[in-house]
């Protein structure tokens, strides 16, 4: 069995399944990467793992050829950069590790992540929350955090804008292929953020955005940080089910208080009265809280 053999074996498990496939995650664990997609491609792989297969017949030409020719690598559990320790707590509460991540950029994921903070909230930011965002984000990479987002616009976007500030690579998780510029009109913060970090994805090459992925992107969000902080949200935003999948898997869950008139921070409202997270205003109070020096 060589490298190739796997990547390509990871590669297929991320063409031919939608995120998150634990199933297809628990057998690729105990056949190995290889055997587990020629029992797939033979149907000869348990029904519960069949059912988590899109699309048994997926090629993969284009993925490997697109790593040969540097658009991206393919980070694999195999790697010694991958973050274990994140991603087993998924596993465990039955939310799907990752089958591989699809990555731009050089910075070191497993590194990168042993001291960072998600930073989320949402699209339709107040000047008063894109404000808070971009200078959380700013100090939290001058505290030597690393700052994950989804990049997206509003608070996510100004979070990265912020990290930029700093000298600690951030990183973007993002529901597309890290060859998308999705949203079209963050294409040069995108591309900053890999020039200096990560972009990082499930999704192959060429796949476009989708709300189901939006929702399987926030676990991963959830997952990665140490911590996680919802700067604005509403009570519908899917920054506030970031912040129950990380208060679920252990992680401390930050909020930032925001005008009880206003609309946009009524989900962070929510969280401060359901006990799920602790008021903060400002970076320190969360390098303090961690313990990060």
């Given amino acids: 069995m060589t490298i190739t053999d796997l990547l390509a074996a990871r ?10 496939a634990p199933a297809v995650g628990a057998f690729v664990v105990a056949h190995g990467p290889v055997e587990a997609v020629e029992r797939i ?20 030409d284009d993925d490997l050829a697109a790593i040969d020719a540097g658009r991206g690598r393919l980070l694999t559990p195999d790697d010694p950069g991958w973050p274990h320790g994140a991603f087993h707590s998924l596993s465990e509460h039955g939310l799907g590790a990752p089958l591989g991540l699809w990555v731009r950029g050089n910075a070191g994921l497993a590194e990168s992540t042993r001291a960072a903070v998600s930073v989320v909230g949402s699209r339709a930011a107040t000047g008063y929350g894109e404000h808070v965002a971009k200078t959380l984000g700013m100090d939290l990479s001058r505290s030597g955090v690393t700052v994950l987002a989804s990049g997206a616009y509003g608070i996510d976007g100004h979070a990265h804008c912020g990290a930029l500030l700093g000298p600690t690579p951030p990183i973007a998780v993002l529901a597309c292929g890290v060859d998308v510029a999705y949203p079209q009109g963050h294409a040069r913060l995108l591309d900053s953020v890999a020039h200096n970090g990560l972009l990082i994805s499930e999704y192959p090459f060429g796949t476009r955005p989708t709300r189901p992925r939006f929702a399987a992107r926030g676990r991963l969000l959830a997952a990665l940080g140490v911590a996680t902080v919802v700067v604005e949200a509403g009570l519908r935003s899917g920054a506030v089910a970031v912040a129950y999948t990380a208060a679920a898997l252990g992680r401390r869950v930050y909020g930032v208080p925001g005008p009880i008139t206003s609309a946009a921070s009524t989900g962070v409202t929510d969280l401060f009265r359901a006990g799920v997270a602790t008021p903060i205003a400002a970076a320190d109070h969360i390098t303090h809280q961690e313990g990060i020096r």
């Fill in 11 to 20: 590669a297929f498990l991320l063409r031919a399944t939608e995120p998150p």
């Fill in 41 to 60: 491609r033979s149907g000869a792989a348990p029904q519960a793992v069949l059912q988590e297969i899109c699309n048994p017949r997926s090629r993969i």
